[in-house]
Protein backbone atom coordinates (compact mmCIF):
# COMPACT_ATOMS: atom_id res chain seq x y z
CA UNK A 1 0.00 0.00 0.00
CA UNK A 2 1.50 2.73 -0.97
CA UNK A 3 0.77 6.48 1.49
CA UNK A 4 1.03 10.15 0.22
CA UNK A 5 1.91 12.69 2.64
CA UNK A 6 -0.04 16.00 1.84
CA UNK A 7 1.47 19.08 4.18
CA UNK A 8 -0.25 22.19 4.04
CA UNK A 9 1.38 25.39 5.36
CA UNK A 10 -1.10 28.92 4.82
CA UNK A 11 2.55 31.00 3.80
CA UNK A 12 3.77 28.45 2.01
CA UNK A 13 2.59 26.32 -1.58
CA UNK A 14 1.12 22.95 -0.77
CA UNK A 15 3.91 19.83 -1.11
CA UNK A 16 2.89 16.27 -1.82
CA UNK A 17 5.16 13.40 -1.12
CA UNK A 18 5.07 10.02 -1.16
CA UNK A 19 6.10 7.78 1.58
CA UNK A 20 5.80 4.55 2.88
CA UNK A 21 6.08 2.90 6.62
CA UNK A 22 4.12 4.12 9.17
CA UNK A 23 3.40 7.74 11.06
CA UNK A 24 2.17 8.51 14.77
CA UNK A 25 1.20 11.43 16.70
CA UNK A 26 0.76 12.45 20.47
CA UNK A 27 -2.13 14.55 21.82
CA UNK A 28 -2.77 15.83 24.84
CA UNK A 29 -6.57 17.41 25.79
CA UNK A 30 -9.07 17.00 28.29
CA UNK A 31 -12.14 17.61 26.47
CA UNK A 32 -12.84 15.36 22.78
CA UNK A 33 -15.74 13.99 21.21
CA UNK A 34 -15.73 11.03 18.43
CA UNK A 35 -18.36 10.99 15.61
CA UNK A 36 -18.24 8.05 13.00
CA UNK A 37 -19.92 6.47 10.15
CA UNK A 38 -19.25 3.26 8.64
CA UNK A 39 -16.46 4.43 6.65
CA UNK A 40 -15.59 7.98 8.41
CA UNK A 41 -14.38 8.87 12.16
CA UNK A 42 -13.87 12.12 13.34
CA UNK A 43 -12.64 13.26 16.57
CA UNK A 44 -12.70 17.06 18.10
CA UNK A 45 -10.76 18.26 21.16
CA UNK A 46 -10.98 21.67 22.51
CA UNK A 47 -9.95 24.12 24.64
CA UNK A 48 -11.54 27.62 25.11
CA UNK A 49 -11.84 30.55 26.99
CA UNK A 50 -13.90 30.40 29.80
CA UNK A 51 -14.56 34.02 30.39
CA UNK A 52 -16.01 34.27 26.77
CA UNK A 53 -19.81 34.18 26.72
CA UNK A 54 -21.19 36.14 23.90
CA UNK A 55 -23.70 36.15 21.45
CA UNK A 56 -22.80 35.85 18.14
CA UNK A 57 -24.38 38.06 15.06
CA UNK A 58 -21.85 37.07 12.12
CA UNK A 59 -18.99 34.63 11.30
CA UNK A 60 -16.62 34.09 8.52
CA UNK A 61 -15.58 30.53 7.66
CA UNK A 62 -12.24 30.29 6.42
CA UNK A 63 -11.37 26.63 5.44
CA UNK A 64 -7.55 26.53 4.59
CA UNK A 65 -7.03 22.89 2.72
CA UNK A 66 -5.23 21.24 0.00
CA UNK A 67 -7.77 22.31 -2.95
CA UNK A 68 -8.33 17.96 -3.46
CA UNK A 69 -10.72 18.56 -0.19
CA UNK A 70 -13.04 21.32 -1.64
CA UNK A 71 -15.85 19.16 -1.50
CA UNK A 72 -15.26 18.47 2.09
CA UNK A 73 -15.04 22.16 2.93
CA UNK A 74 -18.40 22.43 1.11
CA UNK A 75 -20.23 19.90 2.66
CA UNK A 76 -19.06 21.07 5.96
CA UNK A 77 -20.15 24.79 5.51
CA UNK A 78 -23.26 23.96 3.83
CA UNK A 79 -24.23 21.95 7.12
CA UNK A 80 -22.91 24.17 9.48
CA UNK A 81 -24.79 26.99 7.97
CA UNK A 82 -27.76 25.48 9.09
CA UNK A 83 -26.39 25.76 12.65
CA UNK A 84 -25.56 29.25 12.29
CA UNK A 85 -29.08 29.97 10.72
CA UNK A 86 -30.97 28.79 13.38
CA UNK A 87 -28.46 30.87 16.15
CA UNK A 88 -29.69 34.17 14.08
CA UNK A 89 -25.97 34.11 13.27
CA UNK A 90 -25.48 35.38 9.64
CA UNK A 91 -22.09 33.72 7.85
CA UNK A 92 -19.80 33.90 4.81
CA UNK A 93 -16.97 31.36 3.70
CA UNK A 94 -13.54 32.52 2.15
CA UNK A 95 -11.43 29.81 0.90
CA UNK A 96 -7.83 30.28 2.52
CA UNK A 97 -4.96 31.13 -0.57
CA UNK A 98 -1.99 31.30 1.89
CA UNK A 99 -2.45 34.90 3.64
CA UNK A 100 -1.71 35.46 7.37
CA UNK A 101 -5.02 36.08 9.45
CA UNK A 102 -4.07 39.68 9.42
CA UNK A 103 -3.95 40.09 5.87
CA UNK A 104 -7.10 37.92 5.86
CA UNK A 105 -8.70 40.37 7.54
CA UNK A 106 -7.67 43.51 5.76
CA UNK A 107 -9.06 42.05 2.41
CA UNK A 108 -11.97 39.61 3.16
CA UNK A 109 -14.03 41.72 5.84
CA UNK A 110 -14.30 44.65 4.47
CA UNK A 111 -17.94 46.12 5.69
CA UNK A 112 -18.86 42.61 6.43
CA UNK A 113 -17.16 43.34 10.05
CA UNK A 114 -17.78 39.39 12.03
CA UNK A 115 -18.30 39.17 15.35
CA UNK A 116 -16.01 35.37 14.50
CA UNK A 117 -13.61 34.13 12.68
CA UNK A 118 -13.65 30.32 12.63
CA UNK A 119 -10.33 28.99 10.95
CA UNK A 120 -10.18 25.28 9.92
CA UNK A 121 -6.21 24.93 8.67
CA UNK A 122 -4.86 21.38 8.02
CA UNK A 123 -1.58 20.20 9.43
CA UNK A 124 -1.43 16.96 7.46
CA UNK A 125 -2.98 14.59 5.69
CA UNK A 126 -2.66 11.40 4.31
CA UNK A 127 -4.17 9.27 1.02
CA UNK A 128 -3.38 5.75 0.90
CA UNK A 129 -3.80 4.08 -2.22
CA UNK A 130 -3.49 0.42 -3.52
CA UNK A 131 -1.23 -0.68 -5.88
CA UNK A 132 -3.86 0.21 -9.15
CA UNK A 133 -3.73 4.11 -7.51
CA UNK A 134 -7.41 3.92 -6.09
CA UNK A 135 -7.74 6.12 -3.05
CA UNK A 136 -8.57 3.32 -0.33
CA UNK A 137 -8.21 5.77 2.98
CA UNK A 138 -7.37 9.38 4.08
CA UNK A 139 -6.19 10.53 7.65
CA UNK A 140 -6.46 14.09 8.43
CA UNK A 141 -4.82 16.18 11.34
CA UNK A 142 -7.35 19.85 10.83
CA UNK A 143 -6.99 22.70 13.40
CA UNK A 144 -10.44 24.64 14.31
CA UNK A 145 -9.74 27.96 15.71
CA UNK A 146 -12.62 30.84 16.91
CA UNK A 147 -10.98 34.40 16.86
CA UNK A 148 -12.62 37.14 18.43
CA UNK A 149 -12.36 39.69 15.35
CA UNK A 150 -12.49 42.36 16.80
CA UNK A 151 -9.62 41.52 19.26
CA UNK A 152 -7.81 39.37 17.38
CA UNK A 153 -7.96 36.55 20.43
CA UNK A 154 -8.44 32.90 20.57
CA UNK A 155 -11.38 32.12 22.15
CA UNK A 156 -11.93 28.31 21.10
CA UNK A 157 -9.58 25.72 19.61
CA UNK A 158 -10.73 22.50 18.34
CA UNK A 159 -8.12 20.11 17.52
CA UNK A 160 -9.30 17.04 14.74
CA UNK A 161 -8.64 14.02 13.65
CA UNK A 162 -10.31 12.85 10.92
CA UNK A 163 -10.12 9.25 9.38
CA UNK A 164 -12.18 7.42 6.27
CA UNK A 165 -11.64 4.23 5.47
CA UNK A 166 -12.79 3.56 2.23
CA UNK A 167 -12.61 4.26 -1.60
CA UNK A 168 -12.12 7.77 -2.97
CA UNK A 169 -11.13 11.16 -1.50
CA UNK A 170 -13.33 12.93 0.99
CA UNK A 171 -16.34 14.47 -0.07
CA UNK A 172 -19.53 16.51 0.80
CA UNK A 173 -20.59 13.68 3.24
CA UNK A 174 -17.60 13.80 4.68
CA UNK A 175 -18.04 17.18 5.23
CA UNK A 176 -21.14 16.84 6.75
CA UNK A 177 -19.74 14.60 9.61
CA UNK A 178 -17.37 17.17 10.16
CA UNK A 179 -19.70 20.02 10.69
CA UNK A 180 -21.88 17.29 13.13
CA UNK A 181 -18.32 17.33 15.41
CA UNK A 182 -17.83 20.88 15.21
CA UNK A 183 -21.40 21.68 16.16
CA UNK A 184 -21.88 19.49 18.91
CA UNK A 185 -18.70 20.50 20.77
CA UNK A 186 -19.24 23.91 20.29
CA UNK A 187 -22.67 23.07 21.93
CA UNK A 188 -21.26 21.47 24.69
CA UNK A 189 -18.31 23.88 25.14
CA UNK A 190 -21.09 26.90 25.71
CA UNK A 191 -18.14 29.46 24.32
CA UNK A 192 -21.46 31.15 21.28
CA UNK A 193 -24.49 31.85 24.22
CA UNK A 194 -26.75 31.47 20.85
CA UNK A 195 -25.41 28.82 19.13
CA UNK A 196 -27.92 26.31 18.48
CA UNK A 197 -26.96 22.30 17.87
CA UNK A 198 -29.54 21.17 14.82
CA UNK A 199 -27.43 18.63 13.59
CA UNK A 200 -27.97 16.01 16.76
CA UNK A 201 -27.71 12.57 15.56
Not at 6 to 12: H, I, K, N
Not at 17 to 26: A, Q
Not at 165 to 191: F, M, S, T, W, Y
Amino acid sequence: MLKYNLRYRRTTANMITKKDGFKCFIGLCSLSILFFSCATIVEVRSNFDVTYKNEVKKMLIEFGTNHIFNEMSTGFYNTFKQCLDSSNIDSKIWRDDGLTLEEDLKKVTGGYEPDLILLITQREATLFQNIFGATTGTDLILNATIYDAKNIKRIWRGDIDFKKNGRGKPNIDDGIILAQAIAKRLEEDKVIVNFKNILKR
